[in-house]
């Protein structure tokens, strides 16, 4: 993954590992994706699926939120309520680096990512 200058975000690159990793088999993505988008020091997990009423819209639900501190050097993580708000994950509200993060995310201790 490039930037606008051409350079690789060696973040975005090891976040894309972790998504491909998530993602179910081929046959069925039309139904259920993983996607992402990391900008500005936030990576944003989402669900991707066709609208339930409208199958042609397709919705991307977020489910995980992280923010890089990097003058902390550490990601804060946040999880969706069913009200739309964002609120820390409080069994681990921050990692230091990118593999403790997934970890979490992957355990999900409390049912907040992946009910």
């Known amino acids: 993954m490039a930037d606008n200058h051409g350079?690789?975000?060696l973040l975005a690159v090891q976040i894309q590992?972790?998504?491909d990793s998530m993602r179910p088999p081929e046959e069925i993505r039309g139904q259920v994706d993983v996607g992402f988008t990391f900008e500005d020091n936030t990576l944003e997990l989402f669900e991707i699926r066709p609208r339930w009423n409208?199958?042609?819209?397709?919705?991307h639900l977020p489910f995980a939120k992280a923010k890089l501190t990097?003058?902390?050097g550490v990601w804060r993580l946040f999880w969706k309520r069913g009200s739309g708000k964002w609120e820390?994950?409080?069994p681990v509200p921050e990692v230091k680096?990118?593999?403790?993060?997934f970890?979490?995310?992957?355990k999900d201790q409390y049912g907040c990512f992946f009910g």
């Open 7 to 9: 350079t690789i975000n």
């Open 103 to 106: 970890d979490v995310i992957k």
């Open 70 to 72: 990097k003058s902390r």
């Open 88 to 90: 820390s994950y409080e």
């Open 54 to 59: 409208k199958p042609d819209e397709i919705m």
């Open 17 to 19: 590992k972790f998504v």
């Open 97 to 101: 680096d990118l593999a403790g993060l």
